[in-house]
Nanobody
Framework: QVQLVESGGGLVQAGGSLRLSCAAS????????MGWYRQAPGKQRELVAG???????NYADSVKGRFTISRDNAKNTVYLQMNSLKPEDTAVYYC????????????WGQGTQVTVSS
């Protein structure tokens, strides 16, 4: 089992920055992938950024150049640095983890609210 806890959300003005953190209950090196998703009211949950165990990253087109996903293996934590925030970025942001090859279950955090004012 993997427990994920997100933090760092809040209210920010357009153009501002936030850094989200996702702390895992086990070494993130043992996981196949980590990622950030978001869901706005009335919309489907969408991938924002992902990182696989080898370090490759991918981003939604809407956040490329503004968001950066990174990890600190010693702290079992994945980060999402969000710069140049727009009102359209307002959503609940969720951390997702995929277990190791021998147990590839998906785990979700409870989410953290990000609100960007105009």
């Amino acid at each position: 089992q993997v427990q994920l806890v997100e933090s760092g959300g809040g209210l920010v003005q357009a153009g501002g920055s936030l850094r989200l953190s996702c702390a895992a209950s086990r070494s993130i090196l043992s996981l196949s992938a980590m990622g950030w998703y978001r869901q706005a009211p009335g919309k489907q949950r969408e991938l924002v950024a992902g990182i696989i165990s080898g370090g490759r990253t991918n981003y939604a087109d809407s956040v490329k150049g503004r968001f950066t996903i990174s990890r600190d293996n010693a702290k079992n934590t994945v980060y999402l640095q969000m710069n140049s925030l727009k009102p359209e970025d307002t959503a609940v942001y969720y951390c997702k983890a995929v277990g190791p090859v021998y147990d590839s279950r998906t785990y979700w955090g409870q989410g953290t609210q990000v609100t960007v004012s105009s």
